[in-house]
């Protein structure tokens, strides 16, 4: 039983698989849309149902979401529903007329990918000649229309070290800074996923970064993957304390043709039901759905985890990042406080 209600506070949605990028990284291997998307109508019934669950925020996804012929009217339904709305893209469709219609939504921010300091390194990644220069101009236009604005960098072997040179680029634009780890899922190869050591050196970079600079200078965080329990670099989320995985408890994901996850960053055989067969407010309040969060045991603990003194708050980690490296829910081996214990 739980001792207070639970809802989905943010759900994040593909809105549509297809992309015009193929970024390396890409853990759903975008490219064409899925069969059988959702229909306007029945991503309008999906968003309804949210919002009678309680819904805030709803980030909408790909693929890249402009590419859905709806988006905005899909958009515009959810800030009907009372939600507000997250904008995650690459940025290489965004043009006035798109700025225009984003103004019209007021959303939470609008994030761009950048995953380097350069044309060379963010293009390669991108696998689009020309889209670092495109980010950089519509960063301008997105500031220009006073939209708040977030840069997003997925950090790999490829441009860990370039991490110095994009904050030199983003300081004093108030533009915040989100930095996560890629998996080795979807495309993304795990001879390309940092080392141990190599993620601690990014873990160092946030926390260094917010010493040197105050949030407004440079409002800098790292993804709920960069954690956890550190002794010696604190704040590097801008969540006080960890309290473990939240899919199933605040958090949901939704796929482009309706499947239903606890987090969209889960693998495909975390889907426990479909918007277009079962309604979200269903699927939500099933006892079933998400017991791997809902009902979490310590003894469900792995690994370094199971003996750990966090592991009842922290349950184990990001689940998205245990079960791409283990195969296994809670046992996520990127624990900053486990790399210390073992190295310092």
């Known amino acids: 039983m739980f001792r207070k209600k639970i809802f989905p506070y943010a759900t994040v949605v593909e809105l549509t698989l297809k992309c015009n990028m193929r970024c390396i990284h890409c853990g759903s291997s975008a490219g064409e849309d899925r069969k059988n998307e959702l229909s306007f109508d ?39 529903f009372g939600m507000k709305v997250v904008f995650m893209s690459n940025g290489y469709c965004i043009n006035d007329k798109i700025i225009s219609n984003i ?9 761009i990918s950048i995953d380097g300091a350069n044309a060379e390194t963010h293009d390669s990644i991108r696998g689009i000649k020309g889209s670092f220069e495109k980010c950089q101009e519509v960063l301008k236009s997105l ?30 634009k108030n533009i915040a800074w989100q930095i996560q780890i890629a998996d080795p899922i979807g495309r993304f190869p795990k001879s390309l996923h940092l ?20 949030l407004k200078e440079m409002p800098i965080t790292g993804a709920h993957c960069v954690g956890y329990n550190s002794r010696m670099l604190p704040n590097i989320t801008l969540s006080p304390k960890w309290i473990g995985c939240q899919a199933g408890l605040t958090a949901l994901g939704i796929q482009s043709n309706g499947g239903v996850k606890g ?28 017991l791997y969060t809902r009902q979490f045991k310590t003894e469900d603990l792995k690994g370094d985890c ?21 195969g296994k829910t809670h046992s996520d081996p990127f624990c900053l406080y486990s790399i210390e214990k073992k190295n310092v």
């Open 42 to 80: 029945e991503w309008v019934k999906v968003f309804k149902d949210l919002a009678e669950l309680d819904g805030k925020l709803v980030t909408l996804m790909g693929g890249e979401p402009f590419l859905r012929k709806e988006w905005y009217e899909i958009a515009e339904k959810i800030k009907d």
């Open 103 to 111: 103004r019209k939504i007021e959303p939470y921010t609008v994030a």
């Open 143 to 172: 500031k220009s229309a006073d939209l708040p604005t977030t840069v997003v960098t997925t950090v790999h072997k490829l441009n860990f070290k370039e991490l110095s040179q994009i904050r030199e680029f983003l300081v004093n």
């Open 195 to 214: 080392s141990l050591e190599e993620f601690y050196s990014v873990a160092l970079f946030i926390a260094s970064t917010r010493q040197k600079y105050t």
């Open 263 to 290: 987090c969209l960053s889960l693998p495909n055989s975390f889907v426990e039901g479909n918007a277009r067969e079962r309604s979200l407010t269903e699927i939500w309040n099933d006892p079933q759905f998400c």
């Open 306 to 326: 199971k003996d750990c003194k966090f592991g009842k708050s922290c349950k184990g980690g990001c689940n998205a990042v245990s079960t791409s490296l283990t």
